[in-house]
């Protein structure tokens, strides 16, 4: 659902942030052949039980609105006429291709899930350009039925590559099945002619000890390669007298290279003469002149996030960002657009910030939209905010009203992003931390970072509930508290907060504020903020340390 959205249709300049239904913001906001590359990780319920994806319902259901950390996928009458909207969009082969996982799955949840794709994807293909390409992260529950219908969408002749990520270590409480352990990333062109950048790996340990046995007087260490051609070529059938006196014999191929290339290899000394007689002329390879070896389908050496993981946000599904460096720098260039239509906590969008792209993110959810917020901020500093814009939400008293009615912890995320604070998680809601649904960050006098806590409310309001607030700061030893609500505060919640106090600190000459701070959400959206010193600069969103095997030159990167 949109709210209250001042949108011009198709202008679509990144970096821009969409709050909304992807299809919906794809279809009427995001240009023709538009887009570089498209990464896309949809959420899927894929810890439900395997049976109950396929079981068929009666399509009675009533619609429930997927959320972040509900990623469901319910046929019901909704899902019902998407399929049926698939069949009439005059896409023959994905028409057919969607009709026959039907008649096989029948009305099941994973028969939603694919009704939505199909969907999805043909906007998808649409807006990328001829040399872009399209990568779609999912795990085996799914991935053989949106393989086939990426061949539908995208032609099986596009197809490039399944690519597999060990996304965690390994599984003991495996019964009648193989631990799973892995990620399917389905990545597929255009045309013919992609953006392709060769990426690389750092040879190991033994390869080098093993294949890099030579070396000259400078210490550098080489291999040699054969220098005959892998076809037969007369014209490159010539005697070679080498400058150390031997006239060496051709392969009965060919030499590799022209008379005049082999010369400059001469000079450079990097011919490897051989020590028997009639043995082969061959080139030296020095080590510290490779890329590395050429990176392959299977992805061992990015680690999951773990738990002490600078770049953890504690989002279900958040992927690493050396995984979406990764991809991008492979399959775009620096000024190249990347769309994530499925965006979550912001991983693709960081990356590509971080790598110089131009980005576009759609997500349904204010929890998303607001942790991207944060993590922009965090990872870039404040001034990122200059660098993109973000359309959708509610943009008024009323539209805001009707969030709150309408999902209170989505009104709660929104309510947070008109100040930049990082939401609390629901299940951190326990103990000190109960009624706080978000954060700041501050300073005080002696440099010792203290917090500030932010209670937010979408209904009706009491003086309780601002005692309740003053409670939990006390147990924090918060600085500042701040009770963010829709009603106009009565008389006695004035008083309340009047009766906490001030915070007062030395990094400003004579800086005091109020402890305990009541804002509406009308004065929010009038431009009013926290009465607090400057932000701490807590990156909690640093880039992750670099994985094995993205130490490739840069040049060879991108």
Request: net charge neutral; charged share 25%; hydrophobic share 35%.
């Amino acid at each position: 659902m949109l709210y209250a959205m001042n949108w011009t249709p198709k202008a679509e300049p990144p970096n821009t942030l969409y709050y909304g239904d992807n299809l919906e913001v794809l279809r009427r906001y995001v240009q023709d052949e538009s887009v570089d590359l498209i990464y896309l990780d949809p959420p899927f319920n894929s810890n439900a039980d395997y049976n109950v994806l396929f079981a068929e319902k009666d399509g009675t259901q009533a619609h429930a609105q997927i959320t972040a950390f509900e990623d469901t996928w319910t046929w019901d009458m909704e899902a019902a006429q998407e399929y049926a909207e698939v069949l009439r969009a005059g896409h023959e082969r994905v028409a057919k291709c969607l009709k026959g996982m039907h008649d096989v799955l029948g009305g099941s949840d994973m028969m939603a899930y694919l009704s939505m794709m199909a969907l999805r994807l043909i906007e998808l293909r649409r807006v990328l350009k001829p040399t872009g390409s399209i990568y779609l992260h999912c795990d085996p529950t799914a991935s053989h039925y949106l393989k086939l219908l990426l061949d539908a969408v995208m032609g099986p002749e596009h197809f490039r590559n399944e690519i597999i990520w060990k996304r965690t270590s390994s599984h003991g409480n495996v019964s009648t099945a193989f631990g799973d352990v892995t990620d399917t990333i389905l990545y597929y062109a255009k045309s013919d002619r992609p953006t392709w950048n060769q990426t690389y790996l750092p040879y190991s340990d033994k390869h080098i000890e093993t294949k890099f046995t030579g070396a000259g007087e400078d210490g550098r260490r080489f291999t040699t390669s054969d220098l005959r051609h892998p076809g037969i070529r007369p014209n490159l059938h010539y005697v070679y007298k080498a400058s150390n006196g031997v006239s060496y014999q051709p392969h009965p191929n060919g030499w590799a290279v022209s008379r005049e290339v082999m010369a400059q290899y001469d000079r450079e000394e990097r011919l490897y003469f051989p020590t028997k007689v009639g043995g082969r002329l061959r080139l030296k390879r020095y080590l510290d002149e490779q890329p590395g070896k050429h990176m392959q389908n299977l992805w061992e050496d990015i680690p999951p996030i773990n738990s002490r993981a600078q770049e953890r946000l504690g989002y279900p599904t958040q992927k690493p960002e050396a995984l979406l460096e990764r991809i991008i720098a492979a399959s775009s260039n620096e000024g190249d657009v990347v769309l994530d239509p499925f965006c979550g906590c912001g991983t693709a969008i960081a990356a590509a910030q971080r790598l110089k792209r131009k980005w576009i993110g759609i997500d349904i959810t204010h929890l998303a939209v607001n942790l991207i917020k944060v993590r922009l901020a965090d990872a870039f500093g404040p001034k990122i905010v200059q660098q993109y814009r973000v359309v959708g939400g509610s943009k008024d008293l009323a539209s805001a009203q009707a969030l709150a009615d309408l999902d209170k912890y989505q009104f709660q995320y929104w309510a947070l992003g008109l100040i930049g604070a990082r939401p609390q998680a629901r299940d951190e809601k326990k103990g000190a931390d109960k009624g706080i649904d978000g954060r700041l960050y501050l300073t005080d006098s002696a440099g010792e970072t203290k917090s500030v806590v932010i209670s937010v409310k979408g209904g009706h309001v009491t003086v309780n509930q601002v005692r309740d607030l003053l409670g939990v700061m006390d147990l924090q030893e918060a600085a500042i508290g701040v009770f963010i609500c829709i009603e106009e505060p009565t008389a006695p919640m004035r008083r309340a907060a009047a009766d906490a106090g001030v915070f007062q600190t030395k990094t400003v000459a004579g800086s005091s504020h109020p402890r305990l701070q009541i804002l509406t959400i009308e004065e929010l959206l009038a431009g009013k903020r926290i009465d607090m010193p400057a932000q701490q600069d807590i990156r909690s969103f640093k880039q992750a340390p670099k994985a094995k095997g993205t130490k490739a030159k840069e040049a060879k990167l991108f």
